[in-house]
């Protein structure tokens, strides 16, 4: 059978040969070449694309699955931590059916504390990041961990756990937490007015509580640890994104309560 498609084939090219010329003949060969060719190169960048895609979406999974584990370290998620958690999901997921996707995931691990080496071990194993890159995903690891000003015993066994999955020294680890705990510029407050909360929001003394609540969203994800890290910036400037990230967080819990209670 298969040589007697051949043999069709050959006739139907000595055909196309003998009745339009040998002219007419190579001008359709040399563009079907071309078509071929572009073709070859469409279907390999799309290949590319689709292995990047699907890199980029095992990244966001088990970084959520690892958040999730910090997040209900102390037995409940708080509201800045799921807030958190929020801004993550609609800046890295591709579309809403991947966000639920990572939602289910979340909520998934979060009810397991027990096996967050585990999780971080396949991390690794399925995604295999230089150790730089690891050492990023840790830092956003320790600012979820930090962002409540809750930074349990818990926490900080799960974050060891982690780090030790991830090949990362102790010393490395508890250097990095004990700089954000410490970090306070020389202009830094040690507590907030109503006035000053105001003015990191960038709202004025009318606004709403919707207002309040797009000022933060839109400031929280432009300091956001995960846009940090992505933007690769110094460590200064790191330091002082995670500190304006605090910021912004206890501005809108104070202009959150003041405004409710109107």
């Known amino acids: 059978m298969i040589f007697i498609i051949l043999l069709v084939a050959i006739f139907a090219f000595y055909y196309y040969y003998k009745t339009w010329g040998k002219e007419d003949f190579?001008?359709?060969?040399?563009?079907?070449?071309?078509g071929a060719k572009g073709f070859a190169r469409d279907f390999s960048r799309g290949v590319m694309e689709e292995r990047i895609d699907e890199f980029r979406r095992r990244v966001n999974y088990y970084v959520i699955a690892l958040l999730a584990k910090i997040a209900k370290s102390d037995g409940r998620v708080s509201e800045e931590e799921a807030d958190m958690i929020a801004q993550l999901l609609n800046a890295n997921a591709k579309d809403e059916r991947e966000r639920e996707f990572l939602k289910r995931g979340?909520?998934?691990?979060?009810?397991?504390?027990?096996?967050?080496?585990?999780v971080a071990r396949e991390f690794i194993k399925e995604v295999p990041l230089p150790k730089e890159e690891l050492f990023n995903i840790l830092k956003v690891l320790v600012f979820m961990a930090l962002i409540d000003s809750d930074f349990s015993p818990k926490k900080q066994e799960l974050l060891n756990q982690i780090a030790r999955a991830f090949s990362i020294s102790q010393n490395a680890l508890n250097a990095f937490i004990?700089?954000?705990?410490?970090?306070?510029?020389?202009?830094?407050?040690?507590?907030?007015?109503?006035?000053?909360?105001?003015?990191?929001l960038n709202l004025d003394k009318n606004a709403s509580?919707?207002?309040?609540?797009?000022?933060?969203?839109?400031?929280?994800?432009?300091?956001?640890?995960?846009?940090?890290?992505?933007?690769?910036?110094?460590?200064?400037?790191?330091?002082q994104g995670v500190l304006k990230f605090q910021q912004i967080n206890e501005a809108y819990e104070l202009l959150k309560k003041k405004l409710e209670n109107r």
């Open 209 to 239: 509580i919707e207002d309040a609540k797009k000022a933060y969203r839109r400031l929280a994800k432009q300091y956001h640890p995960d846009v940090l890290n992505a933007n690769k910036v110094s460590d200064e400037q790191l330091k």
């Open 26 to 34: 190579s001008s359709t060969i040399n563009k079907f070449s071309r």
């Open 106 to 118: 979340f909520n998934e691990h979060k009810e397991n504390l027990s096996d967050v080496y585990e």
């Open 178 to 200: 004990n700089e954000l705990r410490n970090y306070k510029p020389s202009n830094s407050k040690q507590s907030m007015d109503i006035n000053t909360a105001y003015g990191i």
